[in-house]
């Protein structure tokens, strides 16, 4: 079970800032229901990016990701070379519920010590590298795979071909030709499957299958949060949280936080960060009319942030929409135990750490409304692969609800793509010498 918890929304608990959202829901029924329906009228449309809905239910390569997992028990430690969507999703959800034996590390900057050092640590014919990238052209992944693929060629000679994996568009990029040329194992990226609406796809099912993730169970929560994308608005949630987002902008609340009260949870908050201002963040609409949308996310993690950042939460700015997540149900506990001379903390004694876990949450909460802070929770009933998929795909739809209210395309990511060409054009790339020569006259370079 995914719920919300809303009363903090309400103009009763935070005056100004809040919202009745029941009363917005009529409101806007026009608005959301045309949104719903335009994203599932759209989602066989390859130009419309929208083939996240439908990966889900593609059994058929998840068979084939766990047939490769079990023909290649010999792994010890896999790389995962891949940056931004391509990383993100698979570190959120191996943080959570990997389980091992194999040791996943994620090469995701060029930053040259970290890659060093992880070379000097690995054992080149116990390593699996899983190269991911959709474009097959990003310059910091194929940076890491170059000086991976001599390393392993080096150690192993011919044989490095048995310790890569690559995973790409099934026609464009650098990767896919190469693939073939060299006989490597390759799994598609769905071309109409951006890199932060991939998790669900090989980008991320290949990496957590090697860490004992229940993706049967993953795949099947995201189809649930399917199912609740199609519902009617009182029971449709991500139309729900999407208008809450966008009421909160509305209201000059420009900072989203995401704070899930989950140490394991702890990379989820980056992977959300990504999805919501890469997809969100948009100068143009639809009809290329100037309209620099978009809130900014934030990562925050509880109990830890609440001696961080809480403070400005609930003091500072009123600039910000709190989302919390909250677990319902622990998968294992702990009592606090009582010690003989440290009866000031009688109050702990005999507690559970979830009880106390829990009690921070609500606590939190309320104090943020006390301050007239708007906030709600996602409770999810447990942190198991299940609720884990499905909330990743609410938030997903979340976004694309979100990007239709805002009469933006969520799916694209000119400011991204914009980035990568200058790095081609001053790294000496081919094809980019006018830019080079635009950028020295600009002064760049
Ligand atoms: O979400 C996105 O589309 C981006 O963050 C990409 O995942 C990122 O830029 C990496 O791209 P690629 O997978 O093409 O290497």
Same mark, same amino acid.
């Not at 005056?15 to 009745?20: L, R, S, V």
């Not at 003091?315 to 009123?318: A, Q, R, S, Y």
């Given at each position: 079970m995914l719920r919300l918890e809303l009363n903090n929304l309400h103009p009763d608990r935070v !005056? +100004?800032? !809040?919202?009745?959202l029941a009363a917005a829901l009529a409101e806007h029924a026009g608005g959301l229901e045309a949104a719903r329906n335009a994203l599932w009228s759209r989602r066989m449309d390859p130009d419309e990016f929208l083939g996240w809905i439908e990966v889900p239910e593609d059994t058929e390569t998840l068979r084939e990701i766990l047939r490769y997992r079990q023909a290649n028990d010999w792994v010890e430690d896999l790389v995962v070379l891949g940056i931004g969507g391509s990383a993100l999703g698979a570190q959120a959800v191996s943080a959570a519920l990997g389980k091992g034996p194999v040791r996943l590390h994620f090469v995701d900057n060029v930053e040259p010590e970290p890659i060093l050092e992880l070379l000097r640590t690995l054992e080149p014919g116990k390593t699996l590298v899983n190269v991911i990238s959709k474009s097959g052209s990003t310059a910091e992944t194929m940076a890491a795979f170059l000086a991976f693929r001599k390393w392993l060629g080096d150690a192993l000679g011919a044989g490095w071909k048995g310790h890569v994996v690559v995973t790409t568009d099934p026609a464009k990029g650098l990767l896919r030709p190469y693939a073939q040329a060299e006989g490597l194992v390759a799994f598609a990226v769905p071309p109409a499957v951006g890199g932060r609406f991939s998790v669900t796809c090989p980008v991320g099912t290949l990496p957590l299958a090697f860490v004992g993730v229940d993706l049967e169970n993953l795949l099947a929560g995201a189809r649930k949060a399917n199912q609740t994308a199609r519902d009617a608005l009182d029971k449709n949630l991500p139309a729900q949280t999407a208008l809450i987002q966008y009421l909160a902008a509305a209201r000059g609340l420009n900072i989203t936080v995401f704070m899930p009260y989950s140490t394991r949870l702890r990379f989820l908050p980056d992977w959300f960060v990504q999805l919501h201002d890469e997809s969100l963040g948009k100068m143009v609409d639809r009809q290329g009319r100037e309209v620099r949308v978009g809130t900014t996310a934030v990562r925050a993690i509880g109990t830890t942030d609440q001696h961080a950042q809480v403070q400005l939460f609930r003091? !500072? +700015?009123?600039d910000k929409l709190i989302t919390l997540v909250r677990l319902e149900h622990p998968s294992q506990d702990l009592e606090i135990p009582a010690v003989a001379g440290l009866e000031g903390l009688d109050y702990l004694f005999g507690k559970r750490f979830f009880d106390l876990l829990t009690a921070e949450a609500k606590a939190t909460a309320h104090a943020l409304a006390k301050a007239h802070q708007p906030n709600y929770t996602i409770a999810l009933e447990r942190l198991d692969a299940y609720h884990l998929g499905w909330l990743l795909q609410h938030l997903m739809w979340q976004t694309a609800f979100l990007g239709e209210l805002w009469g933006i395309n969520a799916f694209d990511q000119p400011g991204v793509e914009l980035g990568k060409e200058y790095t081609y054009a001053l790294m000496g790339r081919k094809g980019y010498e006018r830019l080079a020569a635009e950028l020295r006259a600009e002064g760049v370079g």
């Open positions: !005056g +100004p800032y !809040g919202f009745d003091e !500072g +700015p009123h």
